[in-house]
Nanobody, 124 residues
Framework: QVQLVESGGGLVQAGGSLRLSCAASGGTISTYTMGWFRQAPGMEREFVASINWSGSSTRYAESVKGRFTISRDNAKNTVDLQMSSLKPEDTAVYYC?????????????????WGQGTQVTVSS
């Protein structure tokens, strides 16, 4: 069973950038669809971005399109989320997740494996 650990969160000013990383252990993620989700205080967890097993296909939530970029390195067993032009509304706990479904996936229920999350706080 794959285990996921996120890193790279922190406090940043609006307009700044952060790069989140998700490291997998206990198995290779090279055949998994990977995703990033986030949960703001008092809100439900929401989809942010997804990438297919090869990295050839990506999908983004409208709210982050053009500002966030998801990427993966199957040799290193990692998935990254580069976040730019950050806004206060991007403040949330960000989660990495792995899915066995083919292609990019935006539905939380299709991801059985989750990390513990990393906090991102964007100040205005």
């Amino acid at each position: 069973q794959v285990q996921l650990v996120e890193s790279g969160g922190g406090l940043v000013q609006a307009g700044g950038s952060l790069r989140l990383s998700c490291a997998a252990s206990g198995g290779t993620i090279s055949t998994y669809t990977m995703g990033w989700f986030r949960q703001a205080p008092g809100m439900e967890r929401e989809f942010v971005a997804s990438i297919n097993w090869s990295g050839s296909s990506t999908r983004y939530a409208e709210s982050v399109k053009g500002r966030f970029t998801i990427s993966r390195d199957n040799a290193k067993n990692t998935v990254d989320l580069q976040m730019s032009s950050l806004k206060p509304e991007d403040t949330a706990v960000y989660y990495c997740a792995a899915s066995l479904y083919y292609g990019t996936q935006a539905m939380e229920g299709k991801y059985p494996y989750w990390g513990q999350g990393t906090q991102v706080t964007v100040s205005s």
